[in-house]
């Protein structure tokens, strides 16, 4: 063997995969940095890798360029940089671990332990190849030239690197959504084919390139795939390709839906041991099952029925199953079940039917979806998209928002001399809707105050018309959502509406209910002192239903107290509860508040009310509320 003969083995390196890989590191960076990601753990692991490689690359090519002078002057740079090179790429071995166990949200323990493992396993194997250097074996750089006689030390570790990973995928792969696992698989198993085609063409080049893979599989799961690693549940966009896949494929599903409304506000987030449970339940109970996060605190569990024919026993083995994790943490639920069915299928609507269903179901409760659900969903949807054309067109005519009435009798003139207006919609499919079927979606969807300005309008020009009828009304009230007040030009559009119609903005008075917000409260009391100035009184609605601050309420300039009914029921109840009422009528009364009674009913009601400091009575005992042009019946006759 010559001086100057070298093993073909080393001559086969050129740095071009080397720079590639580098190259594609920083494309990484740079997507990472562009979009928007949220700096998780699993995050910074990546970030790491991506360094660690890069630094990788340098040092391989380095080390070899030194080799490649053959001058063994820098024999110990080229030991010290093949060390290091392999080192770091232990140390990427040691992430990829460590990776794993944090996307599939392993325990403390069990992180640690596969750290443990992956760090000695990456400590000794660098001790060897120092070892080995220094006692000659392996890996030679001497005058005789380049060999690499004997054992293949780092082909040894990456092979166990290689095969701890498997195990350990496998061990875990019951925490992962099936097709991320795939992924992971396939991306070990490619780096362990390029590793073996390299040892059969005598390659060295390749060696980082195969640790972009994982990388790759990475960077996917994190930023591209809806998966989110912490309760192994994916987005809703990914549980509409479901459905519709399904659908076309006429496959048949079943769907366990869990709502924990503690947590469905923004930010909010599933406590870790939550979420652990979460995991297990999305893999333990069916096969093939997927689990969709829809929104915070809501989970969808898909079972294709074909893999679970005895999904009805599966079912009640993860109820009772669930019912034992109840029992321990005592986060309120609504659990919604039910099987797929065309027309919702169709629509890809099982998230609003779900969540429609929620309305209706009280909390803590376990609610199998029937026919008569899916009839009110699709009530309700037709609700929807009439509000949304009513919405959109905003004529103040709007044949659809229909004007009830009810009368409201004054004490002090004896006379049913104002009324409170209430809201009805007339559809063509559905008749007479209550607000309390369109009210609260209305104001979800931010229709409430045409909604509003539609009422007054008709208010307005029931009024008007109904004095120069000669009838006597000193003021109409009309129903505004604290919602609205935050509209840009609120008062501006209550005033153009009741100045278009040629009345006086004393003939009309605002019902607002109170808020807990400190904010609602600002706007609240800007906006009523603005238009107190036009002449339009306020009224404070349902008092005495839920929260009540008096500091506030007194802060806020109204006219009139509505004693909500349950106030009235209550005072008849005992004589405990009468004197409360009765001195809460007195208070406001002495505050130069002037009191409504709603929801008089009978005799005795009244009688009552009259003697708690009552100025106004409403209630079916006068009328129930009827459209408006029924006013007539109740107003007396000016002059
Ligand atoms: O009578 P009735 O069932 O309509 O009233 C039910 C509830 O709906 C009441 O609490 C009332 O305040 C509310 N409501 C009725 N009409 C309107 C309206 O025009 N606007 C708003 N925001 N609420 C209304
Ligand atoms: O806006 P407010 O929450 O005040 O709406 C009044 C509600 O009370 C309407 O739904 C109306 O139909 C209802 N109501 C009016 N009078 C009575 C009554 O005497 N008894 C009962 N139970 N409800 C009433
Ligand atoms: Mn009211």
């Keep these: ?44 692991i990546f970030m790491v890798v991506l360094g660690s490689l890069v630094l990788a690359g340098m040092t391989n090519v380095s080390y070899n360029m030194l080799l490649k002078t053959g001058d063994v002057a820098y024999a110990g740079a080229v030991y010290a940089g093949r060390i ?117 063409f005598k390659q060295s080049s390749f060696t980082t390139v195969t640790f972009l893979f994982p990388v790759v599989a990475m960077f996917y799961l994190m930023h591209s795939n809806p998966f989110n690693a912490a309760t192994g549940t994916v987005d809703s966009r990914a549980m509409q390709e479901m459905v519709r896949y399904m659908h076309t494929h006429r496959k048949s599903f079943v769907f366990l839906s869990l709502y924990l409304p503690e947590f469905e506000a923004e930010g909010k987030k599933l406590p870790d041991e939550i979420q652990a449970t979460v995991r297990r339940f999305a893999t333990g109970f069916f096969r093939g099952a997927v689990l969709f996060q829809v929104r915070n605190g809501h989970l969808i569990l898909m079972v294709p029925k074909t893999r679970n024919p005895d999904y009805e026993h599966r079912i009640q083995n993860i109820l009772s199953a669930f019912r034992k ?78 004007a009830y009435c009810q009368p409201v009798f004054n004490i002090q003139t004896g006379r049913f001399d104002t009324a409170e207006a209430l809201m009805r919609l007339e559809l063509e499919e559905t008749g007479l809707v209550y ?45 505004v959502s604290v919602l609205e007040l ?93 004197k409360i009422v009765e001195n809460l009528a007195n208070m406001f009364k002495d505050m130069d508040y002037s009191v409504l009674y709603e929801g008089v009913e009978d005799d005795k009601d009244e009688k009552r009310c009259r003697e708690m400091a009552a100025s106004y009575l409403q209630g079916y005992k006068y009328s129930r509320p009827a459209p408006i042009e029924k006013l007539r019946n109740f107003l007396p006759k000016a002059g």
């Design 1 to 44: 063997m010559g001086p100057t003969v070298q093993n073909a083995f080393f001559d086969n390196y050129t740095p071009v995969s080397d720079i590639a890989m580098m190259a594609l590191c920083f494309v990484m960076y740079a997507l990472v940095l562009t979009s928007y990601v949220t700096r998780t753990r699993s995050y910074r």
């Design 435 to 479: 607000p309390d079927q369109f009210i609260p979606m209305a104001e979800a969807h931010g229709y409430i105050h045409v909604l509003t300005e539609i009422i007054l309008h008709k208010t307005c020009q029931e009024i008007r018309k109904m004095s120069e009828e000669g009838f006597d009304i000193s003021r109409i009230s009309v129903n």
């Design 325 to 402: 994790q109840y029992a321990h943490f005592r986060y309120s639920y609504k659990i919604v079940i039910g099987e797929s069915m065309e027309e919702i299928s169709e629509k890809n609507e099982y998230v609003s039917l779900i969540r429609n269903i929620h309305r209706d179901i009280p909390d803590d409760s376990v609610h199998r979806v029937s026919p008569d659900d899916i009839r009110r969903f699709n009530r309700s949807e037709y609700i929807l998209q009439e509000l949304t054309d009513i919405y959109t067109k905003k004529n103040l005519n709007d044949p659809r928002v229909r």
């Design 84 to 200: 290091t090179y392999h080192a770091i790429l232990y140390f990427v071995f040691v992430m990829f671990s460590v990776y794993i166990g944090e996307v599939t949200g392993l325990d403390k323990p069990r992180k640690r332990a596969i750290l443990l493992t992956a760090a000695i396993l990456a400590g000794v194997m660098t001790a060897l190849e120092i070892t080995f250097a220094l006692t000659g074996h392996g890996f030679r750089f001497t005058k005789a030239g380049v060999t690499a006689r004997g054992i293949n030390l780092f082909m040894i570790g990456y092979l166990l690197f290689i095969i701890m990973q498997a195990v350990l995928l496998v061990r875990v792969r019951h925490l992962l959504y099936k097709r991320v696992m795939n992924g992971f698989f396939a991306s070990v198993g490619i780096s362990l084919v390029i590793m073996i085609l390299q040892q059969i």
């Design 486 to 578: 935050k509209e840009d030009d609120f008062c501006g559009d209550i005033t153009r509406v009741i100045d278009n119609n040629h009345i006086n903005g004393e003939r009309i008075a605002i019902e607002l209910t109170e808020s807990r917000s400190e904010a609602d409260f600002m706007v609240m009391k800007e906006k009523i002192e603005e238009l107190r100035g036009r002449g339009i009184k306020f009224y404070l609605d349902d008092f005495g239903t839920g929260y009540s601050n008096m500091e506030r309420i007194m802060e806020l300039p109204f006219d009139i107290i509505k004693f909500d009914r349950s106030l009235v029921i209550a005072s008849g109840a005992d004589e405990r509860s009468e």
